[in-house]
């Protein structure tokens, strides 16, 4: 995998990685709440909620690192589509900027993932 698209994949990967520290760990902390705009209250009543949702991201975090440390560009495909397919749902039923926060970050990963799975093809 190209360096650009292995950096790409990184990025979407560490960002997984945070939203789950935010969704296991602080999500009834003031970070937390501030993130996602919620008062002690709400935070307090979908904490189990969220630290499941926040497994789910570590998950799709850890598929990532295991396709580029694998060198398996069709798991590291799989999982970004996860990360698009998750993002675009999130944007339609939670908050649209989602889209932006992780959906396009994993749309343009897939793209350089892409585009370097083809150059190593057509040079074989």
Known sequence: MKFPAALAVII????HFGFLALEMFYWDAPLGRKVFSMTPEQS????MLAA?????NGFLAAGLLWGLVA???D????F????????????LTAKPTILLVQAAPGA????????A???RSEIL
């Open 12 to 15: 979407v990967a560490g960002l």
């Open 44 to 47: 307090a009543q979908t904490a």
């Open 52 to 56: 499941n949702q926040g497994l789910y």
């Open 71 to 73: 060198r398996k560009s």
């Open 75 to 78: 798991v590291v495909i799989f």
């Open 80 to 91: 970004l589509l996860c990360v698009i397919i998750a993002g675009i749902f999130g944007a």
């Open 108 to 115: 343009i990963a897939l793209g350089l993932t892409l585009l």
């Open 117 to 119: 799975r083809k150059r």
